[in-house]
C-alpha cells in the first residue's frame, strides 16, 4: 500500500531533550517535506527537501533540523525542543514540488 | 509571503444541505488542491485543479479553478454526516501555501 508513515504518533518531552520523528514513504518520492499544524495558523512548511542530500528552510524553520541521506526517510530532528514547538506535525510527499503532496497521519508532539 | 484566505471558517449546517467554501489569494497559483482532514489524521487529497477555468467533480464534490489564477471553491451537494472534517485549499506555484481551514459540522 502506498504510504507516507511517520513515527512516533504521539511524544511527550521535555525542554532541551533532543527528540526525532521519522518520516518514510514508499512512493519512490522526490520530495517531501514537514508541517506544522496550530489552532488558527493552518499547516505551515517547516522544511523541504528536493531530492537525496537537498534540504532547503521553509516558513517557520527555526529551531529544527532535517535530513536526506536516501531517498525514502526525511527525519525531523529537534536539537533542543522548547514549549512553543508543542504542536501537530506532518510530513508529506509527492514525486515533484508541484505535484500532490500525500500526508502521514500525524505526530502529535507536547514539549513540557 | 503567499497568504491564501479561505471561508468560510466554520460551518454548521443540516444533513441534506449543500455546502460551498473558497480560497482567494493575491497571487496566482499554477495548480489549486482541496484536502480533507478527519480527527486525528493526516489531509487526504479530495481534487486537483491544474487549468484555469477548470472544473472538476468526485462524487458528490465539485471545485473550480478560477479563471484569474487567484481563487477557487469547492462545492459539496447533499452533505452526509461523514463530511464532518476541516477542508483546506492550497495553492501551488512551486511551493503549497495551505489555507486556514474550513471546520464542516452535519448536524443529523
Known amino acids: 500500500e502506498a504510504q507516507v508513515t511517520q513515527n512516533p504518533r504521539y511524544l511527550i518531552t521535555v525542554t532541551g531533550k533532543k527528540l526525532t520523528v521519522t518520516c518514510s514513504q514508499n512512493m519512490n518520492h522526490e520530495y517531501m517535506s514537514w508541517y506544522r499544524q496550530d489552532p488558527g495558523l493552518g499547516l505551515r512548511q517547516i522544511y523541504y527537501?528536493?531530492?537525496?542530500?537537498?534540504?532547503d528552510k521553509g516558513d517557520v524553520p527555526e529551531g529544527y533540523k532535517v535530513s536526506r541521506k536516501e531517498k525514502r526517510n526525511f527525519p525531523l530532528i529537534l536539537e533542543s525542543p522548547s514549549p512553543n514547538q508543542t504542536s501537530l506535525y506532518f510530513c508529506?510527499?509527492?514525486?515533484?514540488?508541484?505535484?500532490?503532496?500525500?500526508f502521514g497521519p500525524g505526530t502529535r508532539l507536547l514539549v513540557l | 509571503g503567499q497568504q491564501l484566505n479561505q471561508s468560510p471558517q466554520s460551518m454548521f449546517i443540516q444533513e441534506g444541505e449543500d455546502v460551498s467554501m473558497n480560497c482567494t489569494s493575491s497571487?496566482?497559483?499554477?495548480?489549486w488542491l482541496w484536502y480533507k482532514q478527519d480527527p486525528g489524521e493526516g489531509p487526504v487529497l479530495l481534487i486537483a485543479?491544474?487549468?484555469?477555468?477548470e472544473l472538476t467533480s468526485n462524487g458528490r464534490l465539485t471545485a473550480q479553478f478560477g479563471i484569474t489564477r487567484k481563487d477557487s471553491f469547492l462545492n459539496i451537494s447533499a452533505s452526509i454526516p461523514s463530511d464532518v472534517g476541516i477542508y483546506f485549499c492550497a495553492g501551488s506555484s512551486g511551493k503549497s501555501t495551505f489555507g486556514d481551514g474550513t471546520t464542516l459540522t452535519v448536524k443529523p
Open positions: 485543479l491544474y487549468k484555469a477555468g
Open positions: 508529506a510527499s509527492s514525486f515533484g514540488r508541484q505535484e500532490t503532496q500525500y
Open positions: 527537501s528536493m531530492n537525496v542530500e537537498v534540504t
Open positions: 497571487s496566482i497559483f499554477n495548480t
